[in-house]
T-cell receptor, first 114, second 115 residues
Framework: KAGVTQTPRYLIKTRGQQVTLSCSPISGHRSVSWYQQTPGQGLQFLFEYFSETQRNKGNFPGRFSGRQFSNSRSEMNVSTLELGDSALYLC?????????????FGPGTRLTVL | KQEVTQIPAALSVPEGENLVLNCSFTDSAIYNLQWFRQDPGKGLTSLLLIQSSQREQTSGRLNASLDKSSGRSTLYIAASQPGDSATYLCAPTPAGGTSYGKLTFGQGTILTVHP
């Protein structure tokens, strides 16, 4: 069974631009979560989607948004990029089985903002 | 708000040693706790998941324990190998509501096993 895939793997953008990252979950998984990882702040939760609905949102500005499609694939968008948005963006998928839920992570998208 | 602390922050050991990595969390209202490893620049690999009703979970040379009431989990690595070198992260899953996908991570323990 294929794992979680993320595209693109690397991105270089300049300040003020916007970016869209994509995540394809493991087949059959309906929950997709997004995380930002930086050396200073570590791994921080961005948001989680289940059946095309955002269930949880972390403490990030409105420039960060996401969505989930009917096939469970998810995208996240960052508008008006800032230098501090440079990070590894990870998505994770799960079956959504209460109490036994294992999160499976993708390889990440490395975003560099110049 | 859940806060997760991992001790030690870094650990360097010779091959063959048995290791203990510690994780503590402030909110004991959890459904489960996962341990992950992360290789440099890569995503996270799930190692073990312990349900809140369990005390231990084992996979190969790895054994994780959970004491929910005291907010502690321990990852034990037996007979360490150079391939075990990575950052180890723990993450409790919050109970209540629909927060299953909202993991809170510690800063991790950077493990180096040298031959």
């Amino acid at each position: 069974k294929a794992g979680v895939t993320q595209t693109p793997r690397y991105l270089i953008k300049t300040r003020g631009q916007q970016v869209t990252l994509s995540c394809s979950p493991i087949s059959g998984h309906r929950s997709v979560s997004w995380y930002q990882q930086t050396p200073g702040q570590g791994l921080q939760f961005l948001f989680e989607y289940f059946s095309e609905t955002q269930r949880n949102k972390g403490n990030f500005p409105g420039r960060f948004s996401g969505r989930q499609f009917s096939n469970s694939r998810s995208e996240m968008n960052v508008s008006t990029l800032e230098l501090g948005d440079s990070a590894l963006y990870l998505c994770a998928s799960s079956l959504y089985q209460r109490g036994t839920d294992t999160q499976y992570f993708g390889p990440g998208t490395r975003l560099t903002v110049l | 708000k859940q806060e997760v602390t991992q001790i030690p922050a870094a650990l360097s050991v010779p091959e063959g040693e048995n290791l203990v990595l510690n994780c503590s969390f402030t909110d004991s209202a959890i459904y489960n706790l996962q341990w992950f490893r992360q290789d440099p620049g890569k995503g996270l690999t799930s190692l073990l998941l312990i349900q809140s009703s369990q005390r231990e979970q084992t996979s190969g040379r790895l054994n994780a324990s959970l004491d929910k009431s005291s907010g502690r989990s321990t990852l034990y690595i037996a007979a360490s190998q150079p391939g075990d070198s990575a950052t180890y992260l723990c993450a409790p899953t919050p109970a209540g509501g629909t927060s299953y996908g909202k993991l809170t991570f510690g800063q991790g323990t950077i493990l180096t096993v040298h031959p």
